[in-house]
Structures are given as C-alpha cells and as structure tokens.
C-alpha cells in the first residue's frame, strides 16, 4: 500500500512537496516542486491526458522545476533540459494544481441587469423571491453560530426597498387563526372609529402591512351574514312624523348618519330579543359573566328618542344584561331591538314593539332553554318621563291622570 502526501501551501508558496510512503512509513519517492506557472486546462474537446490507468489531464502553459533523489544526489529537472518526462517528473499528479486549475477554470457567469423601471412585475417578483431565497439560507447558517437547534430560530418575514418599490416578504404559512383575529379586529376598529372603506384604503397606503381593504370588506360581508343566521332584522312598513322641532337641539350631527336615517324613514328595524340571547348567553357563560348553576339573568330595556341633525329624529329601544357590571355604562354592550326614524308616538310604538312584548312576556313567564340550562329572566325598563308615558298611552303632563304610578288626579295634587 503507497501513501501519498502533499506538502504546500499553493498558490500562497509556489513550493510542493510530493513524496510516497509504503506500509512502514518508509519515504520510497521524493520530489520537490516549484511551480514556475500553474497553467490551466483547455476546453474538454481538445484536452489531452496521460495513458491509462492514471488518464492525469495535460495543461497547457505549465512549467515547474523539480528536484529529487536523496542527499547530495539530488537531480534538477526542468522543461529545457529534459531527456526523459513522466508523471511524477511534471508533478501531474498533483492533486493542490488540479484542483487550483479547476477553479480557475469556471468561468464566472456573467448577468446583465435590467434596471427596476425596466422591468415586469412578474419579473421584479421573482427577483425578489430570489433574494429572500439567498436571505433564508444566510439567516440559517448565522443562526447556528448563535442559537441552538432546540431554540429553533425562525426568520419570519423580510423587508427592503428598490426605488420606490416596497417588498415585504413572509416565510412559511401564515396562520390562519391569527390572519382571522386580525380581520376581525380591524372590521370592530372600523366601525367603532367610523372608518370609511376609502379612509381604510388611504390607511394601507400609508402602512403595507395593515391587510388588504378587500380582505377587510370580505370579513365585513362573512360577519354580516353570520350574524343574519343568528340574529335577523326584520323591517317594517310605519307610518311615522320624523321632523324635528326647530327649536329643539340635535344629538347626531354626523352627515353619513343623517342621510342614512332620513332615507330610512317610513321603516323600522326590528330584532329578536330572544335570538340575541341565545347568541350571547354562551359566551358570556364561557367568560364566568352568567353563572349556569344558578340560571337567573337580569335584563333591562331602555328606549328614548334622539334628534339627527335638524332634519330627522329616530327612536331606539334597546336592552343591557345587568349581571355583565363592568360595561354597563358602555354603548357596544346595549343593543339594539327596535330602531325606526320618527318620534316617540303611541302608535308607532305600538306597531313596532309588537313582537318585543310578545318576546319579554314568554321570557319572564316560560324562561328560555339553551342547550341543556333553563335561564329565568328579571325584567326591568329604564327611561326618561317622556318615553315611559308615551308608551304607557298617557297625553302629556297636564292631563287629569298624568301620573305612572299612580290614580291621583291633577287637581288632587
């Protein structure tokens, strides 16, 4: 069995030393190396190699001086005075020089860039893909100087810019339940803050990473139909007076709402008290709001008439569920029954509680079962003078019997 080693540094020494070894660790040959030029490869259709079984490819402009034998008898060989060649003689063998002429041989690939404005969309998009490709690969090799592999370092997304073109990049797939939180939140930021779809898209040009206005108007569309499975709005046909007196002070200014109420008039907006509660009541048993060990649930209904502008009033009823504390003085948690422009009449009022009172009678008289829990309901009504006895059937203050509570007359007081 023959060792071979090699001995050198090349191209930093232009010095090799080549020696085999048997099976003892005896040096058998020795032969010292200076390569004069490396010279290089031609192409692979004119390439010439040594006789088989070796086949050691030939370079072109190659010259070396080599030296070997032992001691004093050490022989100089180069390419002007040889009588004799061989393999060993012109170092070919020479692993260091083959794999320095290799690499000197690739030639690198040459790319013309288009400038950016040059440039399809389609193509911009893959350059892009590209980079984040080269990125990832970087990131990871980085990451193993400074984490663990049980830490797992995740590169989550990338972000630069080309002129003025804007490139954020997400690696892996994104979370659906996360995407869908998101939505939902900005769809309840929007309607809370009265956000217009325009305002929202004015919002995404400003900041990229806010979800697109489409995927916002869709999430819109997908909770508006869950909530008409659920909870559904019936409209009625009234006949109702909805001009404001002159002298009275408008509540809602806002031109959007205005327009919208003065359009609706002539129609009511009814809900299900009932289908509300069975909407609700799960998740506020899920909260430790309601309590199903002792299903007892305190409902308030509240109505009153508001002034839209100088043009419209609208009357709404409502209710709030008492035993939820904490956000009883908050709006989002009273909701909404009946809604209709007009003002607060007998009639109307009448016509547009019908179903209401059918409702809070069979709540407070049979309860309502929600999957296996039968909740009893407490029922109260707040609102001003004015509501309470429009809807009592009551004319006005000066009237012989103008009190709620009571049988006294005006002149008995």
């Not at 190659?62 to 004093?72: C, F, P, V």
């Not at 995407?179 to 217009?196: F, G, N």
């Not at 904490?326 to 009273?334: A, C, G, N, Q």
Request: with cysteine; aromatic share 10%; hydrophobic share 35%.
């Amino acid at each position: 069995m023959v060792i071979i080693e090699e001995i050198g540094n090349y191209p930093e020494d232009d010095t090799i030393i080549y020696k085999q070894r048997n099976e003892k660790g005896i040096v058998n040959r020795s032969f010292t190396y200076k390569i004069i030029t490396v010279g290089k490869y031609p192409d692979k259709k004119i390439l010439q190699v040594t006789r088989a079984p070796n086949c050691y490819p030939i370079p072109d402009d190659y010259k070396i001086q080599t030296k070997w034998g032992r001691g004093n008898e050490n022989k100089k060989f180069t390419e002007s005075n040889a009588k004799t060649s061989g393999i060993l003689l012109f170092g070919l063998q020479l692993n260091k020089l083959k794999e320095y002429r290799e690499t000197k041989s690739v030639k690198p690939h040459t790319k013309i860039l288009k400038p950016v404005n040059e440039m399809t969309t389609s193509g911009l998009t893959k350059r892009a893909t590209k980079i984040s490709s080269k990125v990832s690969e970087q990131f990871s090799e980085i990451a193993n100087n400074y984490y663990l592999s049980e830490d797992v370092p995740l590169l989550k997304s990338i972000e630069f810019s080309v002129k003025d073109k804007r490139y954020d990049i997400y690696y892996g797939k994104e979370n659906q339940v996360l995407k869908h939180k998101k939505e939902v939140a900005i769809v309840r930021a929007m309607d809370k803050s009265r956000i217009s779809r325009d305002g929202y898209r004015y919002l995404t040009a400003i900041e990229p990473n806010l979800p697109k206005e489409n995927a916002i108007s869709e999430q819109k569309v997908f909770i508006n139909n869950l909530m008409e499975q659920n909870v559904k709005i019936k409209i009625i046909n009234i006949e109702a007076t909805a001009a404001v007196d002159p002298d009275e002070v408008p509540h809602i200014m806002d031109e959007n709402i205005v327009e919208t109420v003065i359009n609706s008039v002539g129609k009511a907006g009814v809900r299900s008290i009932k289908e509300i509660l069975i909407f609700l009541i799960p998740s506020l048993v899920r909260k430790n709001i309601l309590n199903s060990s002792q299903p007892i649930i305190s409902i308030r209904i509240s109505g009153d008439g508001r002034n839209v502008g100088r043009k419209v009033k609208h009357v709404m009823i409502t209710f709030a569920i008492l035993n939820h504390k904490k956000v009883l003085f908050s709006p989002e948690y009273h909701y909404t029954l009946i809604l209709y422009p007009g003002s607060e009449e007998y009639n109307t009022l009448d016509i547009t509680t019908r179903l209401l009172r059918e409702e809070l009678w069979q709540l407070k008289n049979q309860g309502l079962t929600i999957g296996n829990v039968h909740w009893k309901f407490e029922l109260y009504f707040s609102s001003d003078w004015k509501f309470l006895i429009t809807c009592l059937g009551f004319n006005s203050p000066t009237s012989n019997y103008f009190c709620p509570w009571c049988l006294i007359k005006k002149n008995q007081h």
